[in-house]
DNA sequence: ATGAGTGCAAAGGCTTTGCATTAGG
DNA sequence: CCTAATGCAAAGCCTTTGCACTCAT
């Protein structure tokens, strides 16, 4: 279970090898790849913060919004994307960890703004003998874990 | 790395002290101290696990839902409650961390259900510089961190 | 051509709000 | 007493669903 550590790689350099992947992993949940589809990967791929659905649909003009949710979901359950619910406010979505690298996410509790960071990679290992420790504890199997720094951002403090 | 420290005392034994507490939390906001909002607290004390506002009602039959949503947001507003909000079904409700202690939550992907766990001391150190660090880093001004162990509690397991 | 994907509009479900009534300090 | 709190019902808001049309294979 290699944690990547840097910054991690969502931009748009390997877009081409993401398409196949993306197509791949829609074909194994018998799902067709198509322009929206496509142009939802790339919005998300561009960015480096999960982005709420108004963001993405200001991205993408031309998407109609259930579309947009119906294929997000799509996406979801082809392991492409991934919801990402970080305060009562609004869900926002995000490509898959194994696509990006792990990564954890400062929010702010002033403005709301969502940006990525990582551990650095003995925090990440301490933190997850501990977490596995625990889910023991607790008769619990566990998947994956999900930190938040909650906070405030540069241009809100 | 064992972390069994015992689940975090969100019990009875205190709750003369709690209810002066959160009687003075009220006063400091302007709140009065009414039934519904000991009741509520009562509640949230009683269990040892964030609760979804359906659950709360079924354990104070007598609340309107509005009132339960409102007397919440108060009792939020005096720092005596806070919102949980972990998957993207209902908000959940738990005492402040200040009077239970710090603590992190187990989440059934399964069933949803979700239950409290502590790190050991070391971990929780080890993750809180690195947090520290990464907020630096940031420019983050960092308040509070959030952590969620997602995976299969005993009984979906 | 044939079933999946899309857009539009309407429905759902949790949460918030308006307003008259009741109760806290 | 006088303002805040409560209950009920209606409104809001994000998200999902129904249905006819269009596009991908």
Known sequence: MASTHEPHPRGRSEVGDL?????????LVDQRTTAARRSLVDILAG??????????????????QSSAYRNLAVLEEAG????????????????????????HHLVCADCGAVTDFVLDDPAE????A??????AAAGFRAE???LDLVGTCRRCG
Chains 1, 2 share one sequence.
């Open 19 to 27: 398409d196949t992947i993306v197509s791949e992993r829609l074909d």
């Open 47 to 64: 960015t480096t913060a999960p982005l709420t659905l108004r963001e993405i649909l200001e991205l993408d003009a031309g998407l109609a």
């Open 80 to 103: 492409v994307v991934r919801r990402v619910v970080i305060g009562d406010d609004h869900t926002r979505y995000e490509l898959a960890e194994d696509l990006t690298g792990h990564h």
């Open 125 to 128: 290992q301490v933190l997850e």
């Open 130 to 135: 501990a977490l596995d420790a625990a889910a």
């Open 144 to 146: 994956h874990h999900r």
